[in-house]
């Protein structure tokens, strides 16, 4: 008898007692504002994701970008050795050579410029020259100093001479 009157006072006490709520699960039909919150939230974070793995790709394709602006002063001392000097030329072409290929290879491309229309986009117009044909005004004539590329970004200008109807 004593279990039966336990179990009595025990259910006089839960019903004395406060009842629990019960958490319901609210469809989100009745909350549009947190599944939309929720929607775009997910997409900023997907945006997020992209635009830092997008600047990391950038970062290791143009980490070495400075090294290479540095070897172009380089590159111009080997032209201009090579312009000046007759004798023992050949060797110094091959080694010339050798270093062009291992920089194209690490992606650092010559910009070919001459005969094409002038743009600042793509070149930087030091001098004009006249030209006799209308058809090559505006089009450069001259290299003065070569450009070029790192992989797909122009890391020096071209200096060039444009082309201007006397």
């Known amino acids: 008898m004593e279990k039966k009157e336990q179990d ?3 259910e006089s006490k839960e019903k004395m007692l406060p009842k629990k709520k019960e958490k319901k699960l609210i469809p989100s ?18 945006n ?8 990391q ?3 290791l394709n143009y980490a070495n970008e400075n090294f ?15 312009e000046k000097t007759r004798e023992n030329k050949e060797g110094f072409e091959l080694i010339e050579k050798q270093f062009r290929n291992v ?4 992606g650092l491309n010559e910009m070919d410029v001459v005969g094409k229309r002038f743009s600042s986009d793509i070149a930087e117009a030091v001098m004009t020259e006249e030209v006799e044909n209308e058809k090559e005004e505006g089009i450069i004539v001259k ?14 200008y071209p200096k060039v001479v444009v082309g201007k109807k006397r």
């Open 68 to 82: 290479m602006r540095n070897l172009l002063s380089v590159l111009d001392s080997m032209d201009s050795f090579l």
């Open 48 to 55: 997020y994701r992209k635009r830092m793995m997008k600047e």
């Open 57 to 59: 790709e950038e970062q």
């Open 29 to 46: 039909e009745e909350h549009p504002k947190l599944q939309e919150s929720f929607v775009r939230l997910q997409a900023d974070f997907d």
């Open 103 to 106: 920089l194209k290879k690490h």
């Open 8 to 10: 009595e006072k025990m």
């Open 143 to 156: 290299e003065i100093q070569k450009g070029f590329m790192f992989k797909d970004k122009i890391i020096r």
